[in-house]
Structures are given as structure tokens and as C-alpha cells.
T-cell receptor, first 114, second 112 residues
Framework: DAEITQSPRHKITETGRQVTLACHQTWNHNNMFWYRQDLGHGLRLIHY???????NKGEVSDGYSVSRSNTEDLPLTLESAASSQTSVYFCASSDSTGWNTEAFFGQGTRLTVV | GENVEQHPSTLSVQEGDSAVIKCTYSDSASNYFPWYKQELGKRPQLIID?????GEKKDQRIAVTLNKTAKHFSLHITETQPEDSAVYFCAALLQGAQKLVFGQGTRLTINP
């Protein structure tokens, strides 16, 4: 069955370190997204991609970057981790063709910056 | 850009009663409005959605209504059960943009 997976599920890192969160989907979806979830803020969009070599900034992109070298993967990099980036991160994907715009989410990565 | 406001942030109802969660959106060009349910420690999952060409959609105990003129949509859960306890998110998708903008979420608690 097609799926979307994130790794790691939990990560503790130190302030100032570079961290990369992985997202891999086998839906063959063109669209991929990274959200962060914080209490009281819901799901906020960090970066998104509509296809290979395409990346776009979301509403909370400062301190984060992504790259899209193939259809399946959209890794999220924290250039220099800060305590404010402690959060739960969700990757999602959706189809860009036809009428089906449902977004499928990964299991989430809980990141703690100490 | 699109902005989605969701109310209330928390909702507690007695088992068997109905629950209503409301959302407003800012961009009249948005044309797709899904609702996601997130159980504790789990990923958000789609439970129902509605497109701008219809005013209401039902699926067993859940229904969604859309008022395009007022730019608001609501989730209705009837005959609530303990397994309905979760965080619910509304979202809006801007036509052509393909990215969902989410509301802040509602924590629904069903009291036995």
C-alpha cells in the first residue's frame, strides 16, 4: 500500500546544530508539504513543493530549508536549531491532478531542541 | 494569503449530544474545505470535505455545511461517542494554489 513516512519519530538536538528530518512518500504525489504543530497554533505551513526542483516558502519558513531532488522525498533542514523550533513536525503529500485534493500526513516527528 | 479562523478552541459535550465547530476563511477564491481529526499521538486524518459547489455534505453522524457568502463552514457531529474525542482541524484550499491553510484546531472532549 502507498504511504508517507517520516524519520526519525523523535529527535533531541542541541541549539546551533543542523538537523534534517526525512519525509518519503510512495503515493507518487507531486505536492509535498511540511507543517509544524504547536499548541494554540494548529498546523502552520513551513515549506512546500509542487514537483521536482520546485520549493516554496510557507508562513513560518525562517530557519528552515527544503530540497526536492525526486518525487518521493522532501527533507526538511533546520540550519541552526533554536529552542523556538521545538515542535511536532508533519509532512504531507497530495495529488496535483484531477479532482482529488486530499492531503495524507506522515506520523510526525517530535523534535526537541535543548 | 488565505487565513482560517476556528472556534471554539476547546469543546466539551455529554455523550449523545451534538457538537458544532465553526471556521471562517478570508479568500473568496478558496474552493475546497476539508476537516481532519487527530487522535492523541496520531497523525491528522481526513474525515469529511466539501467543495464550493455544494452547501452541505453528510456522512453518517458527521456533516459539514458551507456558506460561501459569509465565508464560513461548520462541522456537525451528532450522537457523539467517546471515540469522537480528538482534536479537529478545518482547512481551506485556495483554487490553483493546492496548499491547505489550517485553522488553529478544536479539542473536543466527550464526557460519559
Amino acid at each position: 500500500d502507498a504511504e508517507i513516512t517520516q524519520s526519525p519519530r523523535h529527535k533531541i538536538t542541541e541549539t546551533g546544530r543542523q538537523v534534517t528530518l526525512a519525509c518519503h512518500q510512495t503515493w507518487n504525489h507531486n505536492n509535498m508539504f511540511w507543517y509544524r504543530q504547536d499548541l494554540g497554533h494548529g498546523l502552520r505551513l513551513i515549506h512546500y513543493s509542487y514537483g521536482v526542483q520546485d520549493t516554496n516558502k510557507g508562513e513560518v519558513s525562517d530557519g528552515y530549508s527544503v530540497s526536492r531532488s525526486n518525487t518521493e522525498d522532501l527533507p526538511l533542514t533546520l540550519e541552526s536549531a533554536a529552542s523556538s523550533q521545538t515542535s511536532v513536525y508533519f509532512c504531507a503529500s497530495s495529488d496535483s491532478t484531477g479532482w482529488n485534493t486530499e492531503a495524507f500526513f506522515g506520523q510526525g516527528t517530535r523534535l526537541t531542541v535543548v | 494569503g488565505e487565513n482560517v479562523e476556528q472556534h471554539p478552541s476547546t469543546l466539551s459535550v455529554q455523550e449523545g449530544d451534538s457538537a458544532v465547530i465553526k471556521c471562517t476563511y478570508s479568500d473568496s477564491a478558496s474552493n475546497y474545505f476539508p476537516w481532519y481529526k487527530q487522535e492523541l499521538g496520531k497523525r491528522p486524518q481526513l474525515i469529511i470535505d466539501i467543495r464550493s459547489n455544494v452547501g452541505e455534505k453528510k456522512d453518517q453522524r458527521i456533516a459539514v455545511t458551507l456558506n460561501k457568502t459569509a465565508k464560513h463552514f461548520s462541522l456537525h457531529i451528532t450522537e457523539t461517542q467517546p471515540e469522537d474525542s480528538a482534536v479537529y482541524f478545518c482547512a481551506a484550499l485556495l483554487q490553483g494554489a493546492q496548499k491547505l491553510v489550517f485553522g488553529q484546531g478544536t479539542r473536543l472532549t466527550i464526557n460519559p
